[in-house]
């Protein structure tokens, strides 16, 4: 499709703009930040893994370069190398060839400079809420009253100072992905890496956490790269998306999200989002590869014989 053309859509006469349109706001914010240098930068990077007898190439040739203070989601389908890609950039893995530049320096494992957010739950269970929030901050060498201070400061920005003293398993699942946020953050990341952090919770629950998630990020100086597999939340929250294609994992395209921010919920029914979310779905489906996370669309299930029952009244 020619920027500037008009999809038409399943719904019958409406159409919906292209998704490469900015809005000018949108325009203006993405100029100011293609302006900040990038904190985080993926050069050139391979990876490929080797097994008995054979290897699979998880990324060929990526390259990408994440703004300072820039949101980015990345998605695309099952075995695409998201979880590869992220891993490599929190030091968890090595890449083959190629480097990761934190602040154009090349980084080899972990370090405090990257905070890492998982999909499961991983607080401490030992510690209570507060004493897990001070880890990190103790860990970087700062005493133990200075760590409870700002330990406490960061429950009050996620709102759950009136939990300091309870345990994880006293929390509901949202409320455990507060604290690790909190946690992560609390030991001062240049960027924060999300790894479906939130794909463990009931929809209402995650919708909120996309929003506190928005609302500190907007106080604070942090960078975010956020793998999902829900195209929404990836719309919903990025600046810019980034498609990785499988077989081998490949860059496919760099989306820029034509919402305004402060992002609100009415947005996900606007034409900008449904554009957006229309060209994600067609590029994915694309690849050719079932998603074994997506709904299943016409399941046919196999019912033994004797199972079977009508609702025609006897
Ligand atoms: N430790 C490993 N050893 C061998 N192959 C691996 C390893 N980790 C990942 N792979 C392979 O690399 C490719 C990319 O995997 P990866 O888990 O990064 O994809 P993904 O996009 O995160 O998938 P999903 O969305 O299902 O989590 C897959 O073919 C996978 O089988």
């Not at 695309?76 to 530049?101: M, N, Q, V, Y």
């Not at 790894?195 to 629950?205: H, M, V």
């Not at 081998?248 to 989306?255: A, F, K, L, T």
């Amino acid at each position: 499709m020619e920027k500037g053309e008009w999809l038409m859509t399943d719904k019958a006469e409406h159409t919906l703009p292209d998704y490469r349109d900015l809005p000018p706001d949108v325009a203006e914010r993405m100029a100011q930040i293609k302006k900040r240098d990038y904190v985080l930068k993926i050069d050139h990077v391979t990876k490929e893994f080797v097994q008995k007898r054979s290897r699979v190439k998880a990324l060929d040739d990526i390259e990408f370069g994440v703004h300072r203070r820039e949101l980015v989601c990345v998605v695309g389908p099952s075995g695409c190398g998201k979880s590869t890609l992220i891993r490599i950039l929190a030091g968890l893995e090595d890449p083959t060839s190629g480097h990761i530049l934190m602040d154009g320096k090349s980084v080899h494992g972990p370090g405090a400079d990257r905070g890492m957010v998982f999909q499961k739950y991983t607080l401490f269970p030992w510690l209570d809420v507060c004493q897990n929030v001070m880890f990190g901050i103790e860990m970087a060498g700062v005493s133990r009253l200075e760590a409870q201070r700002q330990a406490l400061q960061w429950l009050q920005m996620i709102g759950l100072e009136q939990f300091a003293k309870a345990y994880p398993h006293q929390l509901s699942g949202g409320m455990q992905q507060r604290v690790a946020i909190a946690r992560a953050l609390a030991a001062s990341p240049r960027v924060l890496l999300m790894d479906e952090s939130f794909s463990a919770l009931d929809a209402q629950t995650r919708t909120k956490m996309q929003n506190y998630l928005m609302e500190i990020w907007r106080k604070i100086d942090i960078t975010i790269v956020f793998i999902t597999h829900d195209l929404d939340e990836a719309i919903y929250l990025a600046d810019r998306i980034l498609v990785l294609k499988p077989n081998p994992g490949r860059v496919e395209e760099v989306i820029e999200v034509p919402l305004s921010r402060p992002r609100r919920a009415e947005q996900m029914t606007s034409d900008e989002f449904l554009a957006t979310k229309a060209h994600l779905e067609e590029l994915i489906r694309s690849f050719g590869v079932p998603d074994e996370n997506a709904e299943d669309e016409d399941v046919k299930i196999d019912l033994p014989l004797l199972t079977l029952v009508t609702d025609k009244v006897e």
